[in-house]
């Protein structure tokens, strides 16, 4: 992550929490079609046959992975560095590659002795050049930002990660070029591996589950003739499957990874020596029978009650966190 140290420069993630709390949030109505232009264009280089529609036959001529990896990699490239840079090819196709050859490198280096991993991985990611790539275009971005912000002229302009994160930094620390840059690598990365892997799962499972097709096409119709101010709140059978498809097949099968800094006494009184791993095995949890009967069934409806569409009361949301569905971390720390 180009060196990224979660440190005292910002002990307490003020910047990640204000760009993906506060600014990321309030931008959603701006950034929502930007996405959604993003998958519409993304979606047709990859099909084969006539312009997708509900009758048409398409073929898709590419891996699902890699279909999904490009079509996530483009929005995120337009999401953190806006039109200028994301539609600069060669940068795109470096920062789709950067967070993929990094996990490649960190996997690599987890089975090699500890002295010779900075050597090896080092090597690794220059032999790549993405990172490189990535590094020398987002430092002259975040530079071009700060001069526009200095003269005056840039603030309003640009929806973007990298906008978000010089607007959040406030310490001389923070507002370090280098850290600013460091921190939007660290950013990206956290949101480049985890999204792909739910975007396949759930085209996967659609493939498999073909007759959920027209059901949610049929209720993403309905809510679209509401005009809702909010329309994926109304998509609740969407977001069920989704729940659903996260549940059976999360990234990891642990979540929640930490490790002890000091001796630490669990509740049951468990006692984890300084420097062991802790994590949540939560494949397992997800497929537990006491949390959800018959667990290994693929039930599309598992968190969808008729009722919920006329009632206020809290559903279960795929976004919504707890310790039976650890797929988005700790509950008391996500994002
Ligand atoms: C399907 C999509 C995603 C999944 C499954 C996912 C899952 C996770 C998990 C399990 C963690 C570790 C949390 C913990 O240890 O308690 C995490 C961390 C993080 N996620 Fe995500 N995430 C997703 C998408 C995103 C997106 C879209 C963003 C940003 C907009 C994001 C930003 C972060 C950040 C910044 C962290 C690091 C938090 C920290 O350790 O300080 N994630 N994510």
Request: include cysteine.
């Amino acid at each position: 992550m180009m060196g990224f140290e979660h440190n005292e420069i910002d002990s307490d993630e003020y910047v990640t929490m204000q760009v993906i709390k506060m600014h990321l949030r309030k931008n959603l109505p701006v950034l929502n079609p930007v996405i959604q232009r993003a998958v519409e264009r993304g979606f047709p280089a990859y099909l084969k046959g006539a312009t997708p529609s509900a009758e048409s036959e398409v073929v898709l001529i590419t891996p699902v992975f890699s279909l999904v990896k490009a079509i996530v990699g483009r929005v995120n490239n337009q999401i953190f560095f806006g039109d200028e840079l994301s539609q600069n090819e060669e940068f795109a196709k470096a920062a789709m590659r950067y967070p993929w050859d990094g996990s490649t490198t960190g996997e690599i280096c987890r089975y090699l002795p500890e002295a010779v991993v900075p050597i090896v991985g080092r090597i690794m990611m220059a032999l790549s050049g993405s990172m490189r790539t990535v590094d020398h275009h987002v430092t002259k971005l975040v530079d071009k930002r700060l001069k526009e912000l200095a003269d005056g002229t840039g603030e309003k302009q640009h929806v973007d990660i990298t906008q978000f994160v010089i607007l959040s930094s406030r310490t001389p620390g923070q507002r370090e070029p280098r850290r600013m840059v460091q921190l939007i690598a660290a950013l990206l990365f956290a949101v480049s591996l985890a999204v792909p892997m739910a975007l396949y799962w759930a085209i996967i499972n659609l493939c498999v589950h073909r007759e959920y097709i027209d059901a949610l096409r049929e209720e993403i119709e309905a809510v679209e003739q509401q005009q809702l101010s909010d329309p994926l709140k109304g998509m609740r059978l969407l977001d069920s499957f989704l729940r659903e498809s996260g549940r059976l097949n999360p990234p990891d099968s642990l979540s929640v990874q930490r490790k002890a800094v000091k001796t630490f006494k669990l509740s049951d009184g468990t006692t984890i020596p300084t420097g062991n791993l802790v994590a949540v095995p939560q494949y397992a949890v997800m497929r537990d029978p006491d949390y959800y009967p018959n667990p290994e069934q693929f039930n599309p409806r598992r968190f969808y009650l008729e009722e919920d569409l006329t009632s206020d009361n809290a559903v279960q949301r795929f976004t919504d966190v707890n310790i039976q569905y650890p797929f988005w971390g700790a509950p008391t720390k996500s994002w």
